[in-house]
């Protein structure tokens, strides 16, 4: 992946916010794929804001998320078979930790060609990795110059951060959890983190659940002036659990031929804190539903991939897949919330 997704017609409409900023080229890019702007955290040493669509706390001095879960690293093929093989179904925790991918000669010569970006850029990077992916017998994936780094998964009381660029493969069981449709991976800001597993892995997910889009329907009033679009791990994880999210390691070296013990407990911690939104949301939306006497349709914030791009979970008529937008919630409209049905 080239990193060009900050262009406005390009798919998909979600992002995550307030990732680390883009200090040095071995800091992993979360790029803003839609039109509108960045959601400010909370202060905390301010008072609530006026009604402006920006988030307003009245939250003060809240303690970090607590860590109870095990950190298990992982850097061998076997290692991640065995400990993700008994993940047969249910839901759990789902983040990434990349750095910029490296092009190969192939796609320079498309990016040189296309020097402006925009949708034909991307158009033409994709139509050269379906050609290379259906006339490869197997896909090479060219592992000098991939971007993802780490891959974390959590569980129950277990987080699985499981290194790529140690192991070299891309693991069977590992694969099965992305693309099985019994397994709902759930995280915040998906949108890029598909991205990269397909420009790197050509890896397709099904099932994939952002729960800073189900924190944006709990609190949609809160926010009026904004659009529908993902809170950030923070905001959510303040407004939702009511802990504040260590962001120490945002900015930290992610492409260093050896992690350190705070990079993997926070890599870890992201998973974490994205099941235990999850656990909350669920009841929280299904008790708003009930309050407001209107569905609330998981395709608004479910979706599979197709080409790292967001697809419905359901299907047309005709079986083709159908591109999962924003508006196919009504409850905003030119940017803003406009009430219930």
């Known amino acids: 992946m080239l ?47 006026k009604e402006d669509g920006n988030p307003a706390t009245t939250l003060k001095k809240l303690e970090p998320l607590p860590q109870t879960h095990v950190v298990r690293y992982l850097t061998t093929e076997h290692q991640v078979n065995s400990s993700l093989a008994k993940i047969q179904e249910g839901v759990v925790g789902f983040d990434t930790e990349f750095v910029k991918r490296r092009p190969t000669i192939q796609e320079h010569v498309i990016v040189q060609s296309f020097p402006n970006g925009g949708s034909a850029r991307r158009t033409a990077l994709l139509g050269w990795q379906l050609v290379e992916l259906h006339t490869s017998k197997r896909f090479p994936i060219a592992w000098d110059k991939i971007g993802l780094r780490l891959i974390q998964i959590s569980q129950g009381d277990e987080a699985w951060v499981i290194d790529v660029w140690k192991i070299r493969a891309f693991p069977k069981e590992l694969r099965r959890i992305m693309m099985s449709p ?62 504040v999210l260590n962001k120490e390691e945002r900015g930290s070296d992610w492409s260093a031929s050896e992690l350190t013990n705070d990079q993997k407990n926070y890599a870890a911690l992201d998973a974490v804190a994205a099941l235990k939104l999850y656990q909350t949301l669920v009841p929280t939306l299904m008790a708003k539903s009930i309050s407001i006497n209107s569905p609330i349709p998981r395709g608004w914030y479910t979706f599979n991939t197709k080409h790292g791009d967001p697809m419905r979970i359901s299907k047309a008529l005709d079986g083709s897949d159908i591109l999962w937008k924003a508006s196919d919630c009504n409850w905003w409209a030119a940017g803003k919330f406009v009430g219930y049905p």
Do not use: C
């Open 182 to 243: 019994l397994i709902a991976k759930v995280g915040v800001g998906l949108a890029n983190d598909m991205l990269v597993i397909w420009d790197d892995f050509r890896t397709e997910m099904l099932n994939l659940v952002d729960v800073g889009l189900m924190a944006r329907l709990t609190m949609a009033e809160k926010f009026p002036k904004v659009a529908y679009a993902n809170l950030s791990m923070e905001v959510a994880v303040e407004h939702i659990l009511g802990y």
């Open 3 to 49: 990193y060009q997704y900050s262009d406005t017609n390009r798919t998909p409409y979600l992002r995550r916010q307030h990732r680390r900023q883009d200090n040095s080229s071995t800091n992993k890019i979360k790029t803003n794929s839609t039109r509108i702007q960045p959601l400010p955290q909370a202060d905390h040493t301010k008072e609530p804001a």
